[in-house]
Nanobody
């Protein structure tokens, strides 16, 4: 079993920054691919970023250059630093762990999810 708990969401103005955190507990962590996804009102859940290995990362085109995913294996933490935020980044953000195989950007290949944290960017 794996438990994931996100924190750090909130309300921020356009151009501002937020740092999301995801605390993992349970079985092994360091070898897992971890990802961030988001769901905006009325939209499907979409991939944001993932991290695996020592520092391999993948980003959605919409956030590349503005968001940074990182992890601290000793603390079993995953972070998402979000800069230059835009109103279209408003969504509930979820931390997730990918299963043993599959795509690093397909939500269907992730088997454990947190409860989500709300990010709202005002215009």
């Amino acid at each position: 079993q794996v438990q994931l708990v996100e924190s750090g969401g909130g309300l921020v103005q356009t151009g501002g920054s937020l740092r999301l955190s995801c605390a993992a507990s349970g079985r092994t962590f360091s070898s897992d691919t971890m990802g961030w996804f988001r769901r905006a009102p009325g939209k499907y859940r979409e991939f944001v970023a993932s991290i695996w290995g020592s520092e391999s990362t993948l980003y959605a085109a919409s956030v590349k250059g503005r968001f940074t995913i990182a992890r601290d294996n000793a603390k079993k933490m995953v972070y998402l630093q979000m800069n230059s935020l835009r109103p279209e980044d408003t969504a509930v953000y979820y931390c997730a762990r990918r299963g043993a195989y599959g795509s690093r950007s397909n939500a269907n290949d992730y088997d454990y999810w947190g409860q989500g944290t709300q990010v709202t960017v005002s215009a």
